[in-house]
């Protein structure tokens, strides 16, 4: 089933009265329950395609369909609902709330839902269990390593249910066998919760480990490669 | 509930910014408390010492004398006034006298004065006269004795035991005169009041201007300023409309204003602290903001909408303004009480004091509009001050956001 389409997304920015082309005619589709990974080198559009399919950017001409439903026909409200009940985001700086605590955290989406308190604190504690974090309840984000964080930040990404969780290079600040270890994290909550998961990364064992993989140059994608199986 | 404890711990990041911003607020509020508690004593002082020193709760007099207070008007005899008063409930105590205007001179100069005829014991009891002597003696109930103003008889160059004459019109028109031997000089608290009325005994007064055992006037105290309406109401009443029953209010209009519009003039001084105020905060809150600003951008990336985001800076906001007026107020009362009972001694300014009618020594007046005021004024002020930051934090773009440096 389809889930994210884009039909010749284009977005230019403006560099001090230079036109940047950073994504050129993008059309692609995304079904649910893909693990797919923009590739492509630095300056390749991939972090602003991923930014303009997660709503947080508006194209300059081109559509962006979520769930069939165009992301241009809905308001900055709307749009913000949209990123806080059926999307999640990693960020590569993990960006985790300084003054709250992990769980307090993961807690946070689900609170700007409007979830009793009661079940957001266990669903928060039960999240934290499943992706083995469960003991980091109470720490400040200073207090936890770059691979904590991140897993924090997993699990703010997906507690509230998504559709579809938006990684922005997730890796980038870990060492490889942290970076593989929230791989494997991601993997199975892929595998065992069907949330699709959509990656900007040129770090390689991301590249590897998608089962769709669309390679970017010069803002446009140059070439789109399915897997059957995980390498 | 969230939003409210992630603002409580966004204060405390820059511990070294917010105590900053809470001391400015704090002593913003203790020299507004304090500065309005003491012009506020200051305004009451001025009425209670207009009201003690001569003017009491309630006069009684012929109907006109207030507009045309000549030696014609006395009180209509039509009614034993005394008797009256005696019986209204709410009243204290009473006193009467005889009023006029007249030529009082000494060997060396003279001065046009307002001559006081008063029942020593009476006067005494309604109005501060006797305490204010400060040479001398108060009027004995020996005739011919007067008591005058330390300012009038630096004037007229007497000092106790001097003789002055005292003239004035007479109620048949012809000029009454007689001689009287200082016994008492009395300092008020108005300059200007020493510097016109001199006493005199009741008798004396009513020789002076051959009106009888007719009288000016009746001061009246009463138990309870409360009352004041509904006894003026029931004097009115039964003495009809030969007579005039005047409140204080009536007798002092401009000072009554004056204490009435206080509030007024005190927003404007609340006003100015609240600039002061709010330009410390829309700094703090704006540098507060942009130290933030991937912080806000990830939190509308992850679907934060504009209402939560505005409301948790103002919130922010908030709290360093309930804080600072919390301390602030508390540090004032604690000042407050002392002075309350002590007072704040300004006699440096003591001739200017008592040209205003005013005691050097000033009691400030903690009254529910002191403690209104500064408890909503500063946290109300704060959160304007926050309208403007939090507005740009909604503003921001979330890209834009988290891709500031």
């Known amino acids: 089933m389809e889930i994210i389409r884009t039909e010749k997304v284009e977005k230019v920015y403006d560099d001090n009265g230079i036109p940047v082309h950073a994504v050129k005619g993008v059309s692609m589709s995304l079904a649910k329950g893909d693990f797919t990974v923009i590739a492509g080198p630095s300056g390749s559009g991939k972090t602003t395609l991923l930014n303009l399919i997660g709503a947080l950017d508006n194209p300059t001409s081109g559509k962006v369909f979520f769930e069939g439903v165009d992301l241009a026909s809905k308001s900055k409200t709307e749009l913000s609902t949209l990123r806080l009940k059926r999307l999640g985001f990693i960020f590569q700086a993990y960006n985790l709330i300084p003054v709250l605590s992990a769980l307090e955290n993961i807690e946070f989406t689900m609170m700007l839902s409007g979830i009793a308190e009661s079940e957001r604190h266990d669903r928060a504690i039960a999240m934290m269990k499943e992706l083995g974090i469960g003991e980091l309840a109470n720490k400040r984000p200073n207090e936890m390593s770059g691979g904590q964080q991140q897993r924090v930040a997993v699990a703010r990404a997906i507690v509230n249910d998504p559709s579809v969780v938006l990684a922005d290079e997730p890796t980038a600040n870990l060492d490889s066998a942290t970076g593989s270890a929230l791989l494997d994290l991601m993997q199975s909550m892929n595998a065992e919760r069907e949330i699709t998961f959509v990656f900007s990364s040129h770090d390689p064992q991301v590249i590897e480990r998608g089962k769709k993989l669309l390679m970017m140059k010069d803002g446009a994608i140059d070439r789109e490669e399915s897997r059957d199986r995980h390498n | ?405």
């Open chain 2, 1 to 405: 509930m969230m939003i409210l404890q992630l603002a409580w711990r966004n204060i405390w990041r820059n511990t070294r910014r917010s105590v900053i911003i809470l001391i400015s607020v704090t002593v913003g509020i203790v020299a507004t408390v304090l500065t309005d508690a003491l012009n506020r004593g200051m305004v009451f002082q001025m009425l209670d010492n207009q009201i003690g020193t001569y003017v009491s709760h309630i006069q009684i007099h012929r109907a006109g004398f207030k507009d045309n207070p000549i030696i014609q008007n006395t009180v209509p005899q039509t009614i034993d006034v005394d008797s009256l008063i005696g019986s209204v409930a709410g009243i204290d105590r009473f006193t009467k006298r005889v009023i006029t205007f007249g030529i009082l001179s000494s060997a060396k100069n003279s001065s046009g004065i307002s001559i006081v005829g008063i029942d020593p014991e009476r006067e005494a009891r309604v109005t501060t006269i006797r305490s204010s002597i400060v040479q001398g003696e108060y009027l004995s109930g020996r005739e011919r004795e007067i008591v005058l103003g330390v300012k009038l008889a630096e004037k007229l160059g007497v000092g106790i035991g001097g003789k002055v004459v005292a003239m004035a019109s007479a109620l048949d028109g012809h000029i009454g005169s007689d001689v009287f031997r200082v016994a008492g000089l009395y300092e008020s608290f108005s300059s200007e009041f020493d510097k016109v009325f001199a006493y005199i005994p009741l008798t004396d007064a009513q020789d002076l201007v051959s009106i009888g055992n007719r009288v000016s006037e009746y001061a009246i105290i009463l138990h309870n300023r409360e009352e004041l309406q509904r006894v003026q109401a029931t004097l009115e009443s039964d003495l009809g409309d030969a007579f005039e029953v005047l409140t204080y209010a009536e007798i002092l209009p401009l000072l009554v204003m004056s204490v009435e519009m206080y509030d007024q003039m005190m927003l404007v001084f609340y006003a100015i602290i609240g600039i002061a105020v709010i330009f410390g905060i829309v700094n703090t809150m704006l540098m507060s903001v942009f130290e933030r600003i991937r912080e806000f951008g990830v939190l509308k990336a992850i679907g934060m909408k504009n209402r939560p985001l505005f409301l948790m800076i103002m919130i922010e906001a908030f709290y360093l303004g309930a804080i600072g007026t919390a301390v602030g107020f508390a540090l004032s009362y604690v000042l407050y009480l002392p002075l309350a009972q002590s007072g704040v001694d300004l006699s440096m300014f003591s001739d200017s004091l008592r040209s205003f009618g005013v005691g050097t020594v000033i009691y400030p007046v903690m009254t529910a509009g002191v403690v209104v005021n500064a408890l909503t004024v500063i946290p109300a002020v704060t959160l304007l001050g926050a309208i403007y930051p939090a507005v740009k934090a909604v503003r921001l773009e979330p890209m834009s956001a988290i891709r500031y440096v």
